[in-house]
Nanobody
Framework: RVQLEESGGGSVQPGGSLRLSCVVSGFTYSPNLVGWFRQAPGKPRKEREGVAAIDTRGGTTYYSDSVKGRFTIAQDKGKSTVYLHMTDLKPEDSAMYYC?????????????????WGLGIQVTVGS
């Protein structure tokens, strides 16, 4: 059974940093893409924003404009884990963050492409 388990969320002051982890398990093959998405408080699922993704085969990374330069996605294949390093956090980064893996098509930051999802983890940035 495929499972994606997020960890590392919490509360942080503006300008602070957090590292999210996503452990990917249960695949009988290597998923082609792993992405991080976020859903802001009160926003519907259709407005879930793709913030970063990584092609697990070659390591190519993709970022939304809203996080480029501040967030870094990385993988540790030996640990079946994908990380999201978040720096210079802002209040508008507060959201539930979701890890997702394996896509039908090829739109790395498009939520509807992804087949498997974690349950999400909360990140709150505030004073």
């Amino acid at each position: 059974r495929v499972q994606l388990e997020e960890s590392g969320g919490g509360s942080v002051q503006p300008g602070g940093s957090l590292r999210l982890s996503c452990v990917v398990s249960g695949f009988t093959y290597s998923p082609n893409l792993v992405g991080w998405f976020r859903q802001a408080p009160g926003k519907p699922r259709k407005e879930r924003e793709g913030v970063a993704a990584i092609d697990t085969r070659g390591g190519t990374t993709y970022y939304s404009d809203s996080v480029k330069g501040r967030f870094t996605i990385a993988q540790d294949k030996g640990k079946s884990t994908v990380y999201l390093h978040m720096t210079d956090l802002k209040p508008e980064d507060s959201a539930m963050y979701y890890c997702a893996a394996d896509v039908r098509g090829w739109k790395p930051l498009g939520q509807y492409e992804y087949i498997n999802w974690g349950l999400g983890i909360q990140v709150t940035v505030g004073s």
